[in-house]
Nanobody, 118 residues
Framework: VQLQASGGGLVQAGGSLRLSCAASGRTFSSYAMGWFRQAPGKEREFVAAINRSGASTYYADSVKGRFTISRDGAKNTVYLQMNTLKPEDTAVYYC????????????WGQGTLVTVSS
């Protein structure tokens, strides 16, 4: 599967952004999907995941209550709605697919940069 992330940009603290990740192929529904991020000088970290059906979602404690992951099977797309953004959310965000866990995933897209100004 190939993944194409988009939607990053510059936003002020307290603002919102929605990231999108379009997946190629006809097996989108076969994959759990997730988002990870990597801030400058830090290791990549898990942000959120959604199971194949979309019925279950999982979040890092740092984003719980502010971020929402969702998926649209008709569009082969997974989204990350990010609200109440904080400067510490600044990072390159990566979408991922496959056996997604807090430790990683099978497939990765290119990153999209999110910058939150204070």
């Amino acid at each position: 599967v190939q993944l194409q992330a988009s939607g990053g940009g510059l936003v002020q603290a307290g603002g919102s952004l929605r990231l999108s990740c379009a997946a190629s192929g006809r097996t989108f529904s076969s994959y759990a999907m997730g988002w990870f991020r990597q801030a400058p000088g830090k290791e990549r970290e898990f942000v959120a995941a959604i199971n194949r059906s979309g019925a279950s979602t999982y979040y890092a404690d740092s984003v719980k209550g502010r971020f929402t992951i969702s998926r649209d099977g008709a569009k082969n797309t997974v989204y990350l709605q990010m609200n109440t953004l904080k400067p510490e959310d600044t990072a390159v965000y990566y979408c991922a697919a496959g056996a997604v866990s807090t430790r990683g995933a099978d497939y990765w897209g290119q990153g999209t940069l999110v910058t939150v100004s204070s």
